[in-house]
């Protein structure tokens, strides 16, 4: 790996994905046109159609959450009422762990006529608001069963709390690899080089293990609060929002590895590559 030269560094040449095409230096680095003129390309038509689905899809994905929450799971609380308080977490899970982790995932891609730099601060500020949202919902999982009366709730015993810990745990290192990387000045070019697929595999793993995980809480949930076999229009209302889940999730997935929609470096982030002057 340490053979790789400066013109091999996928993760200043592209976006986010391990198969990245390497840049040349005798690119001509203060010709725009032919990086601006991507946007006439018929395929990514079809991605700013799919793009914007996706984002409708998660925040209707959002809203049915809330609504659901507010119409037949009684509302939110606070530790003085534990039943209520544990309704923040699917709803802050939803938002972090779910949507702002698909939207960090797309932004390279979303935006693509933006600086490398900056969509590289964008995906870290996106992914840290996911993670302080994910963390008040841990929170108050844990003290909807802590605080249970008459008697505490037993935490970590399903399926569903192990995988979900098992996606916050995988997100959270990835914060902290791809932080230390690729924002951290001085990281060797082989390494990054060497870390770029794994941060790209499992970055797209534990969102997918997210939604897995937020499949199996509803269902448990529903199950709790004992929404079936009736299928009442609280069911009814769980199920489309894991149906939701599931399509947000694919459209997410289906973006982010289309090599067709890979996006293209600009002359700025050859400027940066080759160290010539902007």
Not at 186 to 204: D, Q, T
Request: aromatic fraction near 10%; hydrophobic fraction near 45%; charged fraction near 15%.
């Amino acid at each position: 790996m340490n053979s790789h030269s400066s013109e091999d560094v996928d993760e200043y040449a592209s976006d986010n994905d391990a198969s990245s095409v390497p840049l040349l230096r005798d690119e001509n680095v203060f010709d725009k046109k032919p990086a601006r003129k991507m946007d006439a390309e018929p395929s990514l038509s079809n991605f700013k159609v799919l793009y914007v689905l996706t984002q409708l899809c998660g925040l209707t994905m959002i809203a049915l959450v809330g609504s659901w929450i507010g119409a037949h799971m009684g509302g939110l609380g606070g530790t003085d009422n534990p039943s209520l308080e544990f309704n923040w977490h699917p709803l802050l899970m939803t938002i972090g762990l779910i949507f702002l982790y698909g939207n960090s995932i797309l932004v390279y891609r979303g935006f693509r006529n933006m600086r490398k730099k900056t969509l590289k601060l964008a995906h870290a500020s996106i992914h840290m608001g996911a993670f302080i949202l994910t963390v008040i919902a841990l929170k108050t999982v844990f003290d909807s069963h802590n605080l249970a009366k008459p008697d505490p709730i037993p935490n970590m015993y399903s399926l569903h709390s192990w995988l979900g810990l098992s996606a916050v745990i995988i997100f959270s290192m990835q914060y902290v690899a791809g932080f230390v990387a690729f924002l951290v000045p001085g990281m060797k070019e082989s390494f990054k080089i060497a870390l770029m697929p794994l941060h790209v595999y499992f970055g797209l793993f534990g969102f997918v293990l997210a939604i897995a995980s937020a499949l199996m809480g509803l269902t448990e949930k529903a199950i709790f609060a004992k929404l079936y076999p009736e299928l009442l229009s609280s069911g009814a209302m769980a199920n489309m929002c894991g149906v939701l889940f599931v399509v947000f999730g694919g459209l997410v997935v289906y973006l982010a590895t289309e090599s067709t929609y890979k996006r293209k470096p600009l002359p700025e982030d050859t400027v940066l590559l080759t160290g010539a002057s902007n």
